[in-house]
């Protein structure tokens, strides 16, 4: 045989052993796993789910495997959970065995298995349980925080009223707000709005935030592996997320330089004091990897979630005039002109509150939610998922359940409202996640959005450049984040 003929036939052979190992590998150990589709060799399930909506993908393929059912993301095997009982049972009714964390691996680039979102085991009960504590003592769901909201509230109006009623992009106009109230808890300040530091750091967000909800982050998530050595989109947002990381070593840096231990100024200073505090204890988690990295969990997630909330939402009014109509109806009712919103007026306020969790049902912000993991083997619905195994609860089928909303694709406040009018609560409402690992920038979250709203509405009345019946609410990108698609608003003083 030729030398070109040999060396042919090696690589058949290699390329033959390669595709046995990966059909091995993906079906080792399902015989007890939920059924899924079969997957092909290296390719997974790959072919069988839309990159540019996952949340629908999955949701469908459960319609053929029931509500549990295990999937394989490439080389990466997932046991997917639909609807609110299948996600209930797991993740508050068996909370401890699906209360680790699974992987994201675009964020998983610059965490490693550090800071408090993405980290497992005694390292994320310890940043965790600090983490909570702590935005507690800095007025997190309490007067504190509100008073801070309302502060940079006043700074959102003034830039608003620079509109002078011409049409305007508002996305950076509402990330820049909802930042700078995070930014006053974990950096002890403001920035000013023309800021360029700040305008960078909040292009880096949203950014790296956006490839993770585009169809090549999706790609990203099954073949991280290699394609973290591959040029393309990922290398851009890899470069967004080592410039927030560089930002926030230079301020942990800072403060360790003026630190005074008696007086801590904010969460970086908690942290380094902490540090101190336990550094005799090997067990201890507290050191500058997980200080960085956890400030920036809770920065990011301060910024992005609930900014983008709003950016939809306010979307979602220019194509529902008469839903905002309503809103200016209960907040003359309630707060009037000549005062400024507080949280004490939410409980009289149940058209603007079930507005508000409409926002958040129907924008589906983290759809399929932050993988989780088992701890331990563990038997659901009477299948065994051995320990280690990934698991998406899958939030917007929550969100989307026809058997706890409705009319769940349609835009509707009366999701959360009884037949008095009155503000109803839903057991499937869980934009937040449940269970062990729930998002503990819930009470923020929920004050920022009610107090944003109530105060540009009570000055402002929306106005769009395009009528609204022709104005598209449909998502532009739903990956690991759903999107709005790009608008311009128009703000006439009231």
Same mark, same amino acid.
């Given at each position: 045989m030729d030398p070109l003929g040999a060396i042919s036939l090696f690589l058949v052979i290699c390329l033959s052993c390669l595709l046995l190992l990966s059909t091995w590998r993906q079906l080792?150990? +399902?015989? !007890?796993?939920p059924p899924g589709p079969t997957p092909l060799p290296l390719l997974g399930n790959l072919l069988q789910v839309d990159l540019s909506n996952? +949340?629908?993908?999955?949701?469908? &393929?459960?319609?053929?495997? #029931?509500?549990v059912y295990t999937l394989q993301l490439g080389p990466r095997r997932v046991v997917v959970l639909c609807g609110y009982q299948a996600v209930k049972e797991a993740l508050l009714d068996q909370a401890e065995d699906f209360s680790g964390r699974g992987k994201q691996a675009t964020f998983d680039w610059i965490a490693q298995g550090y800071g408090v979102a993405f980290s497992n085991g005694e390292r994320a009960k310890q940043l965790r349980r600090f983490?909570?504590?702590?935005l507690r003592n800095f007025g997190v769901g309490k007067r504190g925080i509100e008073e801070r909201i309302l502060e940079e509230t006043r700074f959102l109006l003034e830039a608003l009223r620079g509109t002078k009623g011409l049409p305007f992009d508002p996305t950076y106009f509402l990330s820049r707000t909802v930042s700078n109230v995070i930014s006053s808890v974990v950096f002890g300040d403001r920035f000013d709005y023309e800021d360029k530091e700040f305008l960078s750091l909040l292009y880096m967000i949203t950014e790296s935030f956006r490839f993770t909800a585009t169809a090549w982050g999706q790609l990203y998530e099954m073949f991280s592996d290699t394609m973290r050595y591959l040029p393309g989109p990922q290398r851009e947002a890899f470069k967004q997320l080592a410039g927030l990381e560089k930002f926030i070593e230079r301020k942990v %840096?800072? /403060?360790? !330089?003026?630190?005074?231990?008696?007086?801590?100024?904010?969460? =970086?200073?908690?942290?380094? $004091? %902490?540090?101190?505090?336990?550094k005799?204890?090997?067990?201890?988690?507290?050191?500058?990897? /997980?200080?960085?990295?956890?400030?920036? /969990? $809770?920065?990011?997630?301060?910024?992005?979630?609930?900014?983008?909330? &709003?950016?939809? #939402?306010?979307?979602? &009014? &220019?194509?529902?005039?008469? =839903?905002? !109509?309503?809103?200016?109806?209960?907040?003359?009712? $309630?707060?009037?002109? /000549?005062?400024?919103?507080?949280?004490?007026?939410?409980? +009289?306020?149940?058209?603007?509150?079930?507005? @508000?969790?409409?926002?958040? +049902?129907?924008?589906d912000v983290i759809p399929m939610g932050l993988a989780r993991r088992v701890t331990r083997d563990t038997q659901f619905r009477g299948y065994t998922l051995p320990k280690g195994t990934e698991v998406y609860p899958v939030l917007g089928s929550v969100l989307y359940d026809p058997s706890q909303f409705s009319s769940p694709d349609t835009f509707d406040p009366s999701h959360f409202l009884d037949g008095d009018g009155q503000?109803?609560?839903?057991?499937?409402?869980?934009?937040?996640? @449940?269970?062990k690992r729930y998002c503990f920038g819930e009470m923020l979250a929920r004050m920022e959005l009610f107090?944003?709203?109530?105060?540009?509405?009570?000055?402002?009345?929306?106005?769009?450049p395009v009528v609204p019946k022709d104005i598209?609410?449909?998502?532009?990108?739903?990956?690991?984040?759903?999107?709005?698609?790009?608008? !311009? @608003?128009?703000?006439?003083?009231?």
């Open positions: 080792q150990g +399902r015989g !007890e796993m996952m +949340r629908k993908s999955l949701m469908k &393929l459960s319609e053929c495997y #029931g509500p983490s909570i504590t702590t %840096k800072a /403060n360790q !330089e003026t630190l005074d231990p008696s007086a801590p100024r904010d969460f =970086i200073d908690c942290f380094l $004091v %902490k540090m101190q505090q336990e005799q204890n090997p067990s201890s988690e507290f050191s500058l990897k /997980n200080i960085v990295l956890t400030v920036f /969990n $809770v920065f990011f997630a301060g910024t992005e979630t609930v900014s983008t909330t &709003l950016r939809y #939402g306010f979307l979602l &009014l &220019l194509k529902h005039p008469e =839903i905002e !109509e309503r809103i200016h109806e209960e907040i003359d009712r $309630v707060i009037g002109r /000549n005062r400024a919103p507080s949280m004490e007026d939410r409980s +009289r306020m149940p058209y603007t509150d079930a507005v @508000i969790h409409e926002f958040q +049902r129907f924008c503000f109803k609560k839903s057991d499937a409402f869980v934009p937040f996640s @449940i269970g107090l944003f709203l109530t105060s540009i509405l009570q000055n402002f009345r929306f106005r769009s598209d609410i449909s998502p532009k990108l739903i990956g690991f984040a759903t999107l709005p698609c790009s608008y !311009e @608003i128009c703000l006439v003083p009231r």
